[in-house]
């Protein structure tokens, strides 16, 4: 799957030339793009996409216990375990991977 920006997509196909064998076929093909496909485009399924969050687990300080960087969740037994129990926070969802806030996957 691939998300398109899909009012850049119109506009490229409006700059495009139909190169056809005679008169008759250009105008068919021009109305195809021109006409047809922003339709086509507008009608196409569509999903929703939320940006994903991303933080890091902080060391409190105080008896093991880390804290979701965005959230401020706090797992007070991670440390203890001696693992990081969540790859996502169960406070906000970010994933905690260490990543920039603005990036999207």
Same mark, same amino acid.
């Given at each position: /799957?691939? #998300?398109?920006? @899909?009012? *850049?997509?119109?506009? !490229?196909?409006? %700059?495009?030339?139909? +190169? *056809?064998?005679?008169?008759?076929? %250009?105008? =068919?093909?021009?109305?195809?793009?021109?006409?047809? /496909?922003?339709?086509?485009?507008?009608?196409?399924? !569509?999903?929703?996409?939320?940006?994903?969050?991303?933080?890091?687990? #902080?060391?409190? $300080?105080?008896? =093991? &216990?880390?804290?979701?960087?965005?959230? /401020?969740? &706090?797992?007070?037994? *991670?440390?203890?375990?001696?693992?990081? #129990?969540? %790859?996502?926070?169960? $406070?906000?969802? @970010?994933?905690? +991977? =260490?990543?920039?806030?603005?990036?999207?996957?």
């Amino acid at each position: /799957m691939r #998300l398109i920006d @899909a009012d *850049a997509l119109k506009v !490229t196909i409006s %700059k495009y030339e139909f +190169d *056809a064998p005679n008169e008759r076929y %250009k105008q =068919g093909g021009e109305c195809v793009l021109n006409f047809y /496909m922003p339709k086509i485009i507008d009608d196409a399924p !569509t999903i929703e996409v939320v940006p994903v969050r991303h933080g890091e687990w #902080l060391d409190s $300080g105080i008896n =093991g &216990t880390v804290s979701c960087s965005i959230c /401020m969740f &706090t797992d007070f037994f *991670a440390k203890q375990n001696r693992v990081m #129990l969540f %790859k996502h926070c169960p $406070g906000c969802g @970010a994933r905690m +991977d =260490g990543g920039h806030e603005d990036e999207i996957y």
